[in-house]
């Protein structure tokens, strides 16, 4: 059996949408109120956004390991990929919208980060399957 049949698309979709609902409005909400700070004179709030999209990555990698006690890890794995699927489609989209360009740099950059990102939500799984893995 294919490692694709073996993971529950539901569960990794609903723990994918948890982590997009955690990590993509205080992103948004700090983008709208601090666009117009000056390069080097920024606000702390923007301290907020990578704390929430961490988060909404080790809460969404919990939430899908927790669903699939079997295998943690793996449906952890593939809600943070989900959900960072979604914001690599978005941030390439609206690059190209706006006129931006797509440069080789921002692509490694997206994906060091998609890295990170998912690495976090196994961080979560892992949590989880070890919470279930307790008498």
Same mark, same amino acid.
């Given at each position: 059996?294919?490692?694709?049949?073996?993971?529950?698309?539901?569960?990794?979709?609903?723990?994918?949408?948890?982590?997009?609902?955690?990590? =993509?409005?205080?992103?948004?909400?700090?983008?709208?109120?601090?666009?117009?700070?000056?390069? $080097?004179?920024?606000?702390?709030?923007?301290?907020?956004?990578?704390?929430?999209?961490?988060?909404?990555?080790?809460?969404?990698?919990?939430?899908?390991?927790?669903?699939?006690?079997?295998?943690?890890?793996?449906?952890?794995?593939?809600? $943070?990929?989900?959900?960072?699927? =979604?914001?690599?489609?978005?941030?390439?989209?609206?690059?190209?919208?706006?006129?931006?360009?797509?440069?080789?740099?921002?692509?490694?950059?997206?994906?060091?980060?998609?890295?990170?990102? =998912?690495?976090?939500?196994?961080? $979560?799984?892992?949590?989880?399957?070890?919470?279930?893995?307790?008498?």
């Amino acid at each position: 059996m294919a490692v694709a049949e073996r993971i529950d698309l539901r569960s990794a979709g609903e723990a994918a949408l948890l982590t997009l609902a955690i990590a =993509v409005p205080p992103v948004v909400i700090v983008s709208i109120l601090k666009s117009d700070d000056p390069p $080097g004179q920024e606000s702390n709030l923007w301290l907020l956004p990578p704390i929430a999209l961490l988060s909404g990555f080790a809460v969404g990698g919990y939430l899908a390991g927790k669903c699939q006690r079997r295998t943690p890890m793996m449906h952890a794995a593939a809600a $943070g990929g989900m959900a960072f699927a =979604v914001l690599f489609v978005y941030g390439l989209g609206r690059r190209l919208i706006g006129g931006d360009g797509v440069a080789l740099t921002y692509i490694i950059r997206l994906l060091l980060l998609a890295q990170i990102c =998912v690495s976090t939500a196994l961080l $979560g799984g892992y949590v989880a399957g070890r919470r279930s893995a307790r008498p």
